[in-house]
């Protein structure tokens, strides 16, 4: 990232061509390129229609701007924005009377949001939620996106940290009294109250039903199982579309094929594997290891057959749900579609269509079981779960060191304060701050 001293300018909406693209301007120099290229500010935050003129006075185009004045804008500077006609021609020349302005340049990826979150405006957890918003493919990742967005675990961990600190001030008033008597234990048993609700609250969190912080990513369900059996014929009726090649011969399908699906809201991938068997061809031997090294990282997986064989897969830790396929055909099954009372044995015609409606349905409602079903989980990525799990263990530790010295219990705090001061990217993240903001598209 450049120094925060020089001003920043990208592109804020969609690629161009489009009706209308919005410019934004950020730091100090922000007010200068609006009077510069509009003639003058116009009133805070009011909308103003203008003639953009260029350096050598060169007409832009027949713009709306908006003014921000430093500290109330979405990055905590000053803020310029130019609503111009989304034309290619217009946003080059616009872009080329920007960067003739003394210290002013493009902005990197993520760079308003980072400085938004140096200026207070707010913290990583709450930009995190902003880059899974911008990113979100369906709408229950929207959903979570949004909450985090809004200070869901923002908000819940500064109370906890405010909390800590509150505790650790009295375990140390307590130390700092030593010689007082009773005034220790005074001070200790409420601090230790506090202490043992804390851990009570963040292990709740963490222990809640689902992997709510996999929900960025989706659910990963492997269709497998012997050559020929209609594998490619079932990805393409999910897919409702043909993304995989169907042939009567064996052995068509050698690489793995994924297509990103929206069951209800779910993200779910879904791959189509080689068909898994004993093959002298070289090719094939490889289609088969990548098919069994795939299903053993899903989350599910569809062993597909056609009245023949079982599951053939050991790697996997997986729930594996048999689907009887070909019901279509005579001697292929009893011809009944749908699945047993145990909702782990299907039976479909993937070429017909019978029983995917029963199978789809099945596998939403795994993913509701997987990713918790209710919308109140804090937790949206890994790193928090990770930070919240460090703060529950140093609270533990608080806890069973107490009769050994207040000095440990108040380090164990300090411990637990750090972690959460992590967490809302306040303390010691500097490492980190450059590969969460790199992954921002720019103009965000």
């Avoid at 002013?104 to 995190?128: C, Q, V």
């Avoid at 902003?130 to 967005?149: E, S």
């Avoid at 609270?395 to 637990?416: M, N």
Wanted: glycine share 10%; with cysteine.
């Amino acid at each position: 990232m450049h120094s925060r001293d020089q001003t920043i300018y990208a592109l804020s909406s969609g690629r161009a061509p489009s009706a209308i693209a919005i410019v934004r301007v950020s730091g100090v120099a922000a007010g200068k390129a609006l009077t510069q290229l509009a003639g003058k500010a116009p009133p805070p935050r009011v909308a103003t229609r203008v003639l953009l003129r260029s350096n050598d006075d060169e007409p832009i185009d027949d713009a709306v701007v908006l003014w921000f004045p430093a500290p109330a804008s979405a990055t905590g500077e000053d803020v310029a924005e130019f609503h111009v006609h989304g034309g290619r021609a217009v946003l080059s020349a616009l872009f080329a009377a920007l960067g003739q302005i003394e210290s002013i340049r493009p902005a990197e990826p993520g760079e308003f949001t980072r400085r938004a979150f140096e200026n207070g405006k707010l913290d990583l957890t709450e930009a995190e939620g902003l880059d899974d918003l911008i990113h979100a493919g369906t709408d229950r990742q929207r959903r979570q996106a949004l909450r985090q967005l809004k200070g869901l675990l923002g908000d819940k961990a500064r109370d906890w940290r405010e909390r800590i600190i509150a505790a650790c001030a009295l375990i140390e008033a307590g130390i700092d009294f030593s010689d007082e008597g009773d005034v220790p234990a005074e001070l200790t048993a409420p601090a230790l109250v506090t202490i043992k609700a804390l851990l009570d609250e963040i292990e709740a969190a963490l222990g809640a039903r689902g992997r709510s912080e996999r929900l960025r990513d989706g659910l990963l369900v492997a269709i497998a199982g012997p050559p020929n059996v209609g594998k490619s014929t079932l990805m393409n009726q999910l897919a409702r579309r043909e993304v995989a090649i169907v042939s009567p011969h064996a052995g068509t399908t050698r690489d793995i094929i994924e297509v990103h699906l929206d069951l209800n809201g779910y993200p779910v991938t879904v791959i189509d594997t080689a068909g898994i068997r004993d093959t002298d061809d070289p090719v094939e031997q490889e289609g088969v290891q990548r098919a069994r090294a795939r299903a053993a990282d899903a989350d599910l997986v569809l062993w597909l057959m056609d009245g023949r064989g079982s599951a053939d897969l050991h790697e996997t830790t997986a729930p594996i749900w048999s689907v009887h396929n070909k019901i279509d055909l005579a001697g292929a099954g009893d011809g009944a579609s749908g699945s047993d009372a145990a909702a782990t044995t299907f039976r479909i015609s993937a070429k017909r269509g019978d029983g995917l409606t029963d199978l789809i349905a099945a596998i939403v409602e795994f993913a509701a079981t997987y990713f918790g079903a209710n919308d109140t989980a804090l937790i949206g990525r890994e790193r928090q779960r990770n930070l919240l799990q460090e703060t529950a263990l140093a609270l533990r530790r608080a806890l069973d060191v107490i009769g050994e010295g207040e000095e440990l219990v108040a380090e164990e705090l300090r411990t637990a304060s750090t972690s959460l001061g992590r967490l809302l990217g306040r303390v010691d993240v500097e490492d980190i701050l450059d590969v969460i903001f790199r992954e921002f598209c720019i103009g965000k």
